[in-house]
């Protein structure tokens, strides 16, 4: 990418990320991606939007500098007519400022932030927008965040800056990453509750039941052993301590031996909360030869035994939607 500052402004093709929430996706996306589409045709940069059910996104931003710029802007306005609606609908006084986040390598933040601080003072002093370098990296990855915060003129004028800062350094670095290659962050999906009915795993995206994948189903079925099972929350009961009246009872169920890992946890951690989160007295039995499962006895009341069985299901559940991850 050939980076170089032209008489008329910048003259050079750039990529900006922000993260948004997702309800700030949802204002961008607008109804039937007429929002997007509009800011698409009007701006001329190129706007995507991570996949996924994350509870952030990312939305990159590529084109010229001028498009980018416009692109911005867009946002920016987008996101304090945002404000405004919600102020009508409220008895708040003071009007939040419109914040955006930018998500920048960590090497090059170095140069946004200027010796002492002294370029990121200059910036804040100038456009009258708030900056903010993150002192950590996003989670696996070499990048952080930069937050602005402002009225939507200060953003823009904040953002042209930061892109000068930029391709200064990769101009510098004449186009290749400094300090080695940029790992992007990537937001996790959110944890989809799972949930059980008739033998059958179901996830709950939106307001559909969907069903899950038939390795969870089996693993469940493992790992009630067809009992009945009152979800956490359905009666008063299901909580520890509260259901002292029913006798003690046991229950076993068993669980395959590449899994048991997952429910001990290192140096017995995991078994150890499920025990004390529970209240059911939990033993699990020694490998024995030739068998390619572990036989685990719970004791306790009918609600302890409930809650016990509902965190080793929750503990396999998360273990093997891991594994599909990978």
């Known amino acids: 990418m050939e980076s170089k500052v032209s008489e008329g402004g910048l003259n050079v093709t ?36 991570s996949e996924g059910n994350c509870p952030e996104r ?38 939040p400022p419109v ?11 170095g140069s946004l ?11 804040r002093e100038s456009t009258g927008a708030q900056v903010q370098v993150a002192g950590d990296m996003l989670p696996n ?14 953003i823009i004028q904040c953002v042209k800056q930061i892109c000068v800062v930029m391709l200064e350094v990769q101009s510098v670095t004449k186009g290749s990453p400094p300090k080695g290659a940029t790992i992007p962050y990537r937001p996790k999906p959110a944890s989809t509750p799972v949930i ?16 899950h994948p038939d390795q969870l189903t089996k693993l469940h079925q493992l790992a009630m052993q067809q009992t009945p099972f009152t979800p956490l929350g359905q009666t008063t009961p299901a909580f520890p301590g509260l259901d002292a009246s029913p006798p003690a009872s046991t229950h076993e169920l068993t669980i395959p031996n590449d899994l048991i890992g997952c429910i001990i946890g290192r140096q017995g951690t995991k078994i150890n909360e499920i025990r004390q989160m ?41 273990e093997v939607t891991g594994m599909g991850a990978l």
């Open 141 to 154: 990855s070499t990048e952080r965040a930069v937050t602005i915060s402002g009225t939507p003129d200060a």
């Open 99 to 109: 914040t955006l986040r930018l998500v920048v390598p960590a090497s090059q933040c």
């Open 14 to 49: 750039l990529t900006i990320r922000l993260l948004m929430h997702g309800k700030e996706v949802g204002s961008i996306i607008g109804k039937k991606g007429e929002t997007v589409k509009k800011m698409r045709e009007e701006s001329g940069a190129r706007i995507n939007i």
């Open 278 to 318: 529970s209240g059911a007295q939990i033993k699990i039995a020694n490998a024995t030869e030739g068998s390619s499962e572990r036989q685990i006895t719970i004791t306790g009341t009918p609600a302890n035994i409930s809650l016990a069985q509902y965190l080793i299901n929750a503990r396999l559940t998360s």
């Open 58 to 95: 990312i939305v990159t931003i590529t084109g010229p500098t001028d498009a980018i710029f416009k692109a911005f802007a867009m946002i920016a306005y987008k996101f304090e007519e945002d404000i405004n609606n919600s102020m009508s609908n409220s008895t708040a006084t003071s009007k």
């Open 113 to 123: 932030i200027g010796k002492g601080g002294s370029k990121i003072k200059e910036i």
């Open 196 to 211: 059980f009915a008739g033998g059958q795993a179901y996830t709950i995206q939106g307001q559909y039941a969907i069903p």
